[in-house]
């Protein structure tokens, strides 16, 4: 993947607030490729790094990464063919079995992952599966509510990097799991909405390999110049396709070996 | 449907079998056929071969995941049963030369240590009554042109079955997880596709419990020592020369398939 930036930096600043805004009011906007259609992916990063570096100065708590796009379901869904990075911060954390408001959200959808946490710092370029689960402190079940901020969930990867890969709450929990009690590519998974089963899969839909997407992920960190540190909580991308939820809805994910995670949503 | 006309498309398919050619849609030609009268019919089918010299060995499961039931307009599953010519061992490769139309689906398999007579059978039941559970790949063919078929074609045609592979790995479901345990499905090294036990009816036990409240109602024997498919837990794949499949369950183990030759259509 080439990290190329084509953007000058008040584009990238500009860019960036109008991504900050469209989150912030939770408003659809037109993805940032139309206005800028030789945008790259160098420069959908630049946009993130910069939404990071605003989010961080505001007192937001980084604590860690997931992984995008990492189904073949999810890029046949999106239309896109390599998977992306997004940062995730302490404001963006919901409690197992919150009520979990939709008002500051364009069009928000659930996928159940596997998350990480890390006890070792972890460096690209080069990480291999083995480093992520020699790094792992444990694993536990965790539920990502995404939530585009461009119109009809339409965008190419430069836009949807720029969106922080649709970063919007996440919900960690179920039971923590150290990795070599478990089969980790093997994992079923079950997404429930209102006790109905709307997604289904095993692990191994996530890039052959949950840890492969970690590793994955540490060697974009690379490209970008960061590293991942000790303590980082990682989700290594939806085993399932995302699905849309609305007030009223209650979601439980089941996992193979690592519980369930439930929320419901609310005004 | 008079009995005649059973036995005539009975035989018809037994001959598309042994032939290794297709038929019509029998809806096409039968438009007011019952589902009764399509399992009738599955019968003779299956005395023909019994009468060649094949013997029961289990029940399959059909149709038990929502997309194929929204898609066939019906809402239970369909079983056919398992003769001793549809066995194949792990390792040995398929000779696609005996099959007609042939597509792998991914399942998990149970073999009983007690009888189940429904009506009135529960999926605590099927567990208590389970010896160990398998996972396997069952190869669906149709005996019905370019797999055309409406429920009452492939209830009639055996629920669709070809040919069978167990695994080696057994395990006993009062220590797995039958509900959650995945299923990873690779084709010549690649991974294909990701499925879970609850594909099949919310849970595979269900499907083994309505097989035997189904049977019960039928008056046809569920035996100790029968090999029970529970149905796919992945989408269908298409097979040809050279291919190999594995397929493999969360914390049970994996089943490995290979195919050579080509298939009659």
Redesign the interface.
């Known amino acids: 993947m080439s990290m190329n930036i084509t953007l000058s930096r008040e584009d990238v600043v500009r860019l960036c607030e109008r991504v900050e805004g469209a989150q912030l009011r939770a408003r659809a906007i037109p993805k940032l490729t139309d206005e800028y259609p030789g945008m790259t992916i160098g420069d959908g990063y630049a946009v993130q790094t910069e939404l990071r570096r605003r989010f961080v100065a505001q007192g937001h708590r980084h604590v860690g990464w997931k992984a995008g796009l990492t189904s073949?379901a999810k890029m046949r869904q999106m239309g896109v063919d390599v998977p992306s990075i997004g940062f995730l911060t302490d404001r963006m954390a919901r409690a197992e079995n919150a009520a979990i408001s939709t008002s500051d959200l364009v069009h928000p959808r659930v996928e159940c992952e596997v998350a990480f946490v890390m006890k070792k710092a972890l460096a690209g370029p080069g990480c291999t599966r083995q480093d992520v689960l020699d790094a792992t402190d444990y694993v536990l079940p965790a539920v990502e509510i995404i939530d585009s901020r461009f119109s009809g969930f339409k965008f190419d990867l430069a836009s949807v990097v720029a969106d922080n890969g649709s970063s919007a709450r996440f919900v960690g929990g179920g039971r923590a799991r150290l990795v070599d009690e478990l089969?980790l590519?093997?994992?079923?998974?079950?997404l429930e909405k209102n006790g109905e089963?709307v997604g289904?899969?095993?692990?191994?839909?996530v890039l052959?390999h949950p840890a492969d997407a970690v590793a994955m992920l540490v060697n974009i960190l690379a490209e970008l110049g960061e590293t991942l540190p000790a303590g980082s909580f990682v989700m290594s991308g939806g085993?399932t396709e995302a699905v849309p939820v609305r007030p009223g809805d209650s979601v439980v994910a089941?996992?193979?070996?690592l519980g369930s995670v439930s929320m419901r949503f609310v005004d | 449907m008079d009995e005649s006309r059973i036995r005539q498309l009975g035989d018809e398919l037994f001959d598309a079998w042994r032939a290794r050619r297709t038929v019509a849609p029998l809806v096409e030609r039968e438009p007011d056929i019952a589902l009764e009268d399509a399992y009738r019919i599955q019968s003779r089918y299956i005395e023909r071969r019994l009468a060649a010299g094949e013997t029961i060995v289990g029940k399959k499961i059909g149709v038990t995941s929502?997309p194929v039931q929204d898609f066939l307009g019906v809402f239970q599953p369909d079983f056919g049963q398992l003769t001793s010519g549809m066995v194949h061992e792990e390792g040995e490769a398929i000779d696609l030369g005996t099959l007609i139309q042939p597509k792998a689906e991914a399942e998990l398999a149970f073999v009983l240590k007690e009888d189940l007579k429904g009506p009135g059978v529960t999926a605590m039941d099927v567990i208590r009554a389970t010896d160990y559970v398998v996972p396997c790949f069952e190869i669906v063919d149709s005996r019905i042109t370019d797999w055309k078929i409406r429920i009452q074609d492939t209830v009639a045609d055996n629920a669709s079955c070809g040919v069978f592979v167990l695994g080696a790995s057994r395990g006993d479901p009062r220590r797995l997880?039958i509900?959650?345990?995945?299923?990873?499905l690779e084709k010549n090294g690649e991974?294909h596709?990701?499925?879970?036990?609850?594909?099949v009816q919310?849970s595979p036990a269900n499907a083994v419990a309505w097989l035997a409240n189904t049977l019960g109602e039928l008056g046809i024997p569920f035996k100790a020592g029968e090999v029970i498919l529970s149905g796919s837990q992945s989408t269908l794949v298409p097979v040809a020369d050279g291919d190999e499949l594995v397929c493999?369950?969360?914390?049970l183990g994996s089943c490995r398939v290979k195919f050579s030759g080509r298939s009659a259509a």
């Open positions: 073949q089969d590519r093997t994992l079923g998974a079950v089963i289904m899969g095993a692990s191994a839909a052959g085993i089941r996992f193979q070996e | 929502k997880d509900t959650l345990a995945g299923m990873v991974l596709s990701t499925g879970v036990g609850a594909a919310g493999t369950v969360g914390g």
